[in-house]
């Protein structure tokens, strides 16, 4: 696939900030990271310090086209799955699903990529000019943090929201597995705090959602806000109204020749963890195993993991910060 051989790709190992970054890091509040040993308040929220030089970057030198698509979510929170169904819906005439379709052997990491990591990492300014259309990118950046040329284009966004509890566990497993071990273990209990203050990547995470949502309110042609539980619930719904607003709407011959469910399969959690690329291969996220990626796509699955105490933390947390926004979660 051109989308991804035609861009050098970044390594994602921790490099030398460049010394003007490191000028701007100085400045920021900072709290103890994740995966990192520092995590820094940056526009307001909460980022890695590679992260802060590429989104600078791609701040400056993204220009977003009327006809590209941007993939949102804040970490763990259903992001390859989201990748996957875009990337399969906008694609779907060029490719037959059981024999070429790129899903089969490359991770959705590697066909909707991230703007603020592979993309413009390191300091470097890709060439997307050879990028088919429309293009599909990836971020984890909070709404307000988008390029001017997002909001100021006709550019779509797509977000995919997961509630706070499942996307915890998510976050604290992937992150226990990936963590430098010089960085010592993190408990789950430590995590749980840092995680209710907002310090996590890209958080506060009421923020992100809030965001977002509040957006695809206003303006309902440039912000499609989704669910991971709801999309569980119904897939053929969702992706429905997801290629609606990717301006690839099934027609009902597809509908009736089974082509949505043939993409929801493609795409499922079963189907591509069993996969070759997503068993054994590497560096869809930075150098880490695609594997990890692929834990238990459940909802509630918290319900292992919480005592009462957290429960009634993270409920507390959640009715306090979405009050009024009318935004709400299924938690089972
Ligand atoms: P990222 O932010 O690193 O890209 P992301 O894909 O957003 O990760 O989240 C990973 C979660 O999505 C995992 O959830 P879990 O830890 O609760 O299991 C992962 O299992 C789940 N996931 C991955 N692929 C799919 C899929 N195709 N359908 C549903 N859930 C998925």
Redesign the pocket.
Known sequence: MAIVYNIAEASHAEEEIAPEFKEILSSLPTEKGWRTPNLYLFQGFWCQPKEIQAIISVQNHYKAKDSDVIVA?????????????CFAIVNREKFDYQKNHPLLTSN??ELVLFLEYKLYANNQIPDLSTLPTPRLF?T?MPLGALPESVRESDSKVVY?C?NPF??F???W??LCKIRPESLGPLSLEEAFDMYCRGVIGYGPYWDHMLGYWRESIEKPHKVLFLK?EE??EDTTLYMKKLAEFLGFPFSLEEEKYGVIEEISKL???????ELEVNKKGKGA?AHFENK???????VG?WVNYFSPSMVERLTNIMEEKLAGSGLSFKLF
Request: net charge positive.
């Open positions: 979510t804040i970490p763990k929170s259903g992001t390859t799955w989201l990748k996957a169904l959705p990491h990836a984890h995919l997961r499942d996307t566990v998510s976050i497993h992937y991971y999309m569980k795409c499922s959690f079963e189907h591509l963890k996220i990890n990626l692929f834990r238990k796509g459940e699955d």
